[in-house]
T-cell receptor, first 115, second 113 residues
Framework: DGGITQSPKYLFRKEGQNVTLSCEQN?????MYWYRQDPGQGLRLIYY???????QKGDIAEGYSVSREKKESFPLTVTSAQKNPTAFYLC??????????????FGEGSRLTVL | DAKTTQPPSMDCAEGRAANLPCNHS???????VYWYRQIHSQGPQYIIH???NNETNEMASLIITEDRKSSTLILPHATLRDTAVYYC??????????????FGKGMKLTVNP
């Protein structure tokens, strides 16, 4: 079935360690996004990419990095520079600007806990 | 993009219609209204969107007032599985990408048996 796969679902990390969250989609979508969600809050945009080999910072990009080497993949690295990394991370995709309907397709999320 | 206002929470009895309100008094003529929902610890799910006409799909109906300053999402026969946080969002169609969708705190709908 087509969809977005995030892994791992749960992740624990020690302070000072970098961690990479995986996001893969087989929907042939051009655009991909990373959001962060804290308890009881809405979603905040970290990074997004409208096309392969290109990406832009969202509202809270500090302490995060991404790459978009393949259309299907948009991994997110949470670096040690991120001061409050414990959160629920959501990846999404959409067909892209040319076919933009405003519909986002989300993965199941990755819950990161820093010990 | 215009801001939306939703009540923080709402209860509904199972089997009854759930009417979820949203105010967007500053909406512009070319801004669409989108609804998503998020079941606990899952990614948000698209429900429906519309511009000015009422819309219906297999999940819900969207009623937009004539002046477009408010809308109502209707779940015709709520089930326990409809318990979720519902987000009402407005954005300009085709302006930039879907990064323009702003997910606020939404409204928690609890469907009771």
């Amino acid at each position: 079935d087509g969809g977005i796969t995030q892994s791992p679902k749960y992740l624990f990390r020690k302070e000072g360690q970098n961690v990479t969250l995986s996001c893969e989609q087989n929907l042939n979508h051009d655009a991909m996004y990373w959001y962060r969600q804290d308890p009881g809050q809405g979603l905040r945009l970290i990074y997004y990419s409208q096309i392969v080999n290109d990406f832009q910072k969202g509202d809270i990009a500090e302490g995060y990095s991404v790459s978009r080497e393949k259309k299907e993949s948009f991994p997110l690295t949470v670096t040690s520079a991120q001061k409050n990394p414990t959160a629920f991370y959501l990846c999404a995709s959409s067909p892209g600007d040319r076919h933009n309907t405003g519909e986002l397709f989300f993965g199941e999320g990755s819950r990161l806990t820093v010990l | 993009d215009a801001k939306t206002t939703q009540p923080p929470s709402m209860d509904c009895a199972e089997g009854r219609a759930a009417n979820l309100p949203c105010n967007h008094s500053t909406i512009s003529g070319n801004e669409y209204v989108y609804w998503y929902r998020q079941i606990h610890s899952q990614g948000p799910q698209y429900i429906i969107h519309g511009l000015k006409n009422n819309e219906t799909n297999e999940m819900a109906s969207l009623i937009i007032t004539e002046d477009r300053k408010s809308s109502t999402l209707i779940l015709p026969h709520a089930t326990l599985r409809d318990t979720a946080v519902y987000y009402c969002i407005v954005r300009v169609e085709g302006k930039g990408g879907s990064e323009k969708l702003v997910f606020g705190k939404g409204m928690k709908l609890t469907v009771n048996p």
